[in-house]
């Protein structure tokens, strides 16, 4: 299987019209690949948090539009990273978009650890609620999104739910880069799955941004890691191997914690 993670230049200087054209022919250059990710809130910046009210759109507004059309034109699976969504009976979301080689809408993940603690996403969006994975022909993909990364009770859920193959698009800041890449290890280990870990490079309302996307495989081997610009990070990886590595390596099986009620 190969996928293709797109380590996108959020430049301030660039509008959210020129980078969403720009980023869609990117997208169709991957003809060929079985799986394409890209980054968290790519459109406004993570931390570009003035921006959100503004730049909300609809689920199915001008991302999902061109996207959908990226998808199809590529023929690829398309993980689309995410958008601040503008719910109309309710509050802003940050909502992921997975879209079919037919372009038609996978799966939508609405955003559960919103970052921020009393600012930012934290107060300007909601949280989702919902666990999400997609069914590809070759792994099963389970959804979260950046700071969703540091709460391992959410990819054990997922594996729970099928996931086999861990999808994070983020935008995680530099000073942190460290815990970027020693939790996308972890979560793999842990949950002996593929993590595809996409992030931003660029600097977003004065953050400077990680970059430093990486792919991490059941063990915990880091297949290939992007530096701190932007670039696309293309791997192959045998979906097989998850089952394998569960199977030699059978720890899931242990689990004592969490499956069932405590017994009064």
Not at 55 to 83: F, I, Q
Not at 147 to 176: H, S
Not at 185 to 199: D, H, K, M, S, T
Request: charge should be negative; proline fraction near 7%; hydrophobic fraction near 40%.
């Amino acid at each position: 299987m190969r996928a293709s993670l797109f380590q996108i230049d959020v430049n301030e200087d660039e509008s959210v019209e020129s980078r969403r054209v720009r980023v869609a022919s990117l997208v169709r250059e991957q003809a060929g690949a079985d799986l394409v990710v890209l980054p968290e809130l790519w459109t406004t910046g993570a931390f570009a948090y003035e921006g959100f009210g503004t730049e909300a759109e609809p689920l199915e507004g001008p991302t999902y539009e061109a996207m959908a059309k990226a998808a199809s034109d590529a023929g690829v699976w398309l993980h689309a990273g995410s958008v601040p969504e503008r719910d109309p009976d309710g509050p802003l979301y940050n909502t992921s978009l997975v879209f079919s080689p037919s372009g038609d809408l996978a799966a939508a993940y609405r955003k559960i650890h919103r970052f921020g603690f009393d600012k930012g996403e934290a107060v300007l969006m909601g949280a989702g609620r919902e666990l999400v994975t997609v069914r590809l022909p070759d792994t099963t993909l389970g959804l979260a999104t950046c700071y969703d990364l540091r709460f391992p009770e959410l990819f054990r859920g997922l594996v729970d739910a099928g996931a086999e193959t861990l999808v994070i698009p983020a935008g995680w800041p530099e000073r942190r880069r460290a815990h970027w890449t020693l939790l996308a290890q972890a979560r793999a280990v842990e949950n002996q799955a593929y993590v595809l870990a996409c992030g931003t490079a660029g600097t977003h309302a004065g953050v400077p941004q990680a970059g430093h996307s990486v792919v991490v495989d059941p063990w915990g081997e880091v297949l290939a890691q992007a530096g701190p610009g932007e670039e696309v990070l293309t791997v192959e990886f045998d979906p097989g191997r998850v089952a394998v590595t569960r199977d030699q390596f059978p720890a899931l099986k242990d689990r004592v914690l969490g499956l069932d009620p405590p017994r009064r």
